[in-house]
């Protein structure tokens, strides 16, 4: 165990970071943003965050990526998002 109690599988492992995430779709996404500003630009300003945070946290080293989705039929969305930004081997879907 470390100074926190955490179990560590090897000096510096942090374990794991679970990104939980909603595909961002217009009139689903930001929807009180959406009001204000336009559906489509809503769902892309959420896009562009979603992107963000999977491009930010794919730099981390020692710690397993899990992204955890919904709508279950978005898997290939997600993997798409992931190629687009070359981070199909940092995450797990």
Avoid at 67 to 91: C, G, I, Y
Wanted: aromatic share 8%; proline share 4%; net charge positive.
């Amino acid at each position: 165990r470390d100074s926190m109690g955490c179990k560590c599988s090897r000096p510096n492992d942090l374990g794991a970071l679970v990104l939980v995430a909603k595909f961002p779709t217009p009139r689903k996404s930001k929807t009180r943003l959406g009001k204000l500003i336009g559906y489509e630009e809503s769902a892309s300003f959420a896009l562009a965050a979603l992107e963000d945070l999977l491009c930010r946290y794919a730099r981390l080293d020692g710690i397993q990526r899990v992204l955890l989705f919904a709508p279950t039929d978005a898997r290939a969305k997600f993997e798409s998002l992931l190629r687009k930004h070359r981070l199909q081997e940092s995450w797990t879907l």
